[in-house]
């Protein structure tokens, strides 16, 4: 059975850090491409990061790139997203995705339920 589970998530202060971790099941994960996404109240889902097992390449949206670092572990079968220098508006559940082609919702069919992230002072 495909399963995402996240997990990580919680209440920083601004300029804080979260690690957040997708352990992936059901899938060969070796080929496998996963996303992370956000969705804040009210807002769509939102594209944050990518990464590739297959070819190893990574993605960003242009808002995180320089403070996440997204990483796969092929023995744990784990995605890491490194979330650094965390602002208030990264406020959101964020939530990993398998099987897709980018950083784009719409391309992926497997989806885990998400972990709650809040920045605030």
């Known amino acids: 059975e495909a399963q995402l589970v996240e997990s990580g998530g919680g209440s920083v202060q601004p300029g804080g850090s979260l690690r957040l971790s997708c352990e992936v099941s059901?899938?060969?994960?070796?080929?496998?491409?996963v996303g992370w996404f956000r969705q804040a109240p009210g807002e769509g889902r939102q594209g944050v990061s990518f990464?590739?097992?297959?070819?190893?390449?990574?993605s960003y949206s242009d808002d995180v790139r320089g403070r996440f670092t997204v990483s796969s572990d092929k023995v744990k079968h784990t995605v890491y997203l490194q979330m650094n220098s965390l602002k208030p508006e990264d406020t959101a559940v964020y939530l990993c995705?398998?099987?897709?082609?980018?950083?784009?919702?719409?391309?992926?069919?497997?989806w885990g339920q998400g972990t709650q992230v809040t920045v605030s002072s």
């Open positions: 995705a398998a099987g897709g082609l980018d950083t784009r919702p719409g391309t992926y069919d497997y």
């Open positions: 059901g899938f060969d994960f070796g080929d496998l491409a």
């Open positions: 990464v590739s097992n297959g070819d190893g390449s990574t």
